[in-house]
């Protein structure tokens, strides 16, 4: 064996990867810039039209000076919202209960591929059987067009009509929830067991998070600066 050729032939080949690799962590910053100017607008409209709950945006640049550094991503998500309705269980009888937790999701590999995911509405006492659905894997964060983020705002929307206790299911909503149940089972498996997604969406879900908690005590306590 000629291993000098063997190891320039890898050496190579590891080269070409990481430069691979290189420019699909390069690209992010303009598709972050593109996703949060359009995620603003939504949100923007959302309250000129005064719809039912806010929404708000986050990304990871905005946590570039805090001690958690998540890996690259971009969020549009509800705020929490009381049902109007209080917690009948022993344990908590009286408690007010509070939906929340519908997003559109983008995160980034390492390998700089970009994953989409959906996450339904959720309170103490409705939690779908399905906690997320993961969408789609694009290669490079260049590949998601303007097309594909007015597609994935459209399905949020439709998720969130299907989990809300305040949603109202039309045909289109129904054909999308479909069209996303499918995807994800055939891309992903029943169970969506995919490790190195089950990290990032762990990782970046503590992010997520902590914002929806701080939007919920925008709402229960008027004044409150929240982020």
């Known amino acids: 064996?000629?291993?000098?050729?063997?190891?320039?032939k890898e050496s190579k080949k590891f080269q070409k990867g990481w430069e691979q690799v290189s420019d699909r962590?390069?690209?992010?910053?303009?598709?972050?810039?593109?996703?949060?100017?359009?995620?603003?607008?939504?949100?923007m409209e959302a309250r000129n039209q005064e719809l039912f709950e806010n929404l708000y945006v986050d990304s990871s640049t905005n946590h570039t000076n805090s001690n958690y550094k998540p890996s690259p991503f971009v969020t549009l998500f509800w705020g929490r919202h009381p049902t109007g309705q209080t917690d009948f269980r022993e344990e908590s009888k009286g408690k007010l209960i509070v939906e929340g937790g519908c997003a559109l999701h983008y995160s980034q590999f390492p390998s700089g591929e970009?994953?989409?995911?959906?996450?339904?509405?959720?309170?103490?006492?409705?939690?779908?059987?399905?906690?997320y659905y993961i969408y789609k894997l694009f290669s490079t964060p260049s590949k998601i067009r303007d097309k594909d983020l007015c597609n994935h705002i459209k399905l949020m929307f439709s998720y969130a009509h299907y989990s809300s206790?305040?949603?109202?299911?039309?045909?289109?909503?129904?054909?999308?929830?479909?069209?996303?149940?499918?995807?994800?089972?055939?891309?992903?498996?029943?169970?969506?067991?995919?490790?190195?997604?089950?990290?990032?969406?762990?990782?970046?879900?503590?992010?997520?998070?902590?914002?929806?908690?701080?939007?919920?005590?925008?709402?229960l306590w008027p004044g409150y600066p929240g982020w």
């Open 114 to 131: 970009v994953g989409v995911v959906f996450y339904p509405f959720k309170s103490d006492l409705s939690e779908p059987n399905k906690k």
């Open 25 to 43: 962590r390069k690209a992010w910053s303009n598709f972050e810039a593109k996703a949060v100017a359009t995620f603003n607008s939504i949100c």
């Open 165 to 219: 206790f305040m949603g109202k299911i039309t045909a289109g909503d129904w054909y999308r929830m479909k069209c996303l149940q499918i995807r994800s089972k055939e891309k992903w498996g029943q169970g969506n067991n995919d490790r190195q997604f089950n990290i990032h969406v762990i990782s970046v879900g503590v992010c997520l998070f902590n914002r929806i908690i701080e939007s919920e005590r925008s709402i």
């Open 1 to 8: 064996m000629d291993t000098v050729k063997l190891l320039e």
